[in-house]
């Protein structure tokens, strides 16, 4: 009887998927397909900081960011004073993430896929 309340309590805790945190995002992300783009995350205080890095000088900067429950990131482009945050679709999974272009005013929802630089 005991070997079983025990396994109602484990086997939730075993099966959970760990969550995202700022903390497991920290460091320099390249994407995979062209490995001209690269997404570093950064924690200064209490705020969020996405920093694009880009091949081309263009469309690149730094952004606030929040991770929402549900797969999402809340971008802000920190050198607009007029747009607010938007949402994209966001999941990491180990030493990769699938996030929703979100640059050079692109819209379509192409997903990309960054890699972890060691």
């Known amino acids: 009887m005991k070997y079983l309340i025990l396994l109602t309590f484990t086997l939730p805790w075993l ?3 760990q969550a995202t945190t700022s903390t497991s995002l920290a460091g320099k992300w390249v994407e995979v ?19 694009l890095g880009r091949a081309t000088k263009s469309c690149y900067g730094l952004y606030s960011y929040n991770l929402q429950s ?3 990131i809340s ?12 949402e994209y679709y966001f999941k990491q999974s ?6 929703e272009e979100f640059y050079c005013m692109k819209v379509g929802g192409k997903k990309l896929t960054f890699k972890r630089l060691k």
């Open 15 to 17: 099966s959970f998927e």
């Open 33 to 51: 397909s062209t490995r001209t783009d690269t997404l570093t995350f950064e924690t200064v205080d209490t705020k969020c900081y996405l920093i």
């Open 70 to 72: 549900e797969n999402k």
């Open 75 to 86: 971008l802000s482009w920190s050198y607009s004073s007029i747009d607010g945050a938007k």
């Open 94 to 99: 180990g030493d990769f993430i699938e996030i």
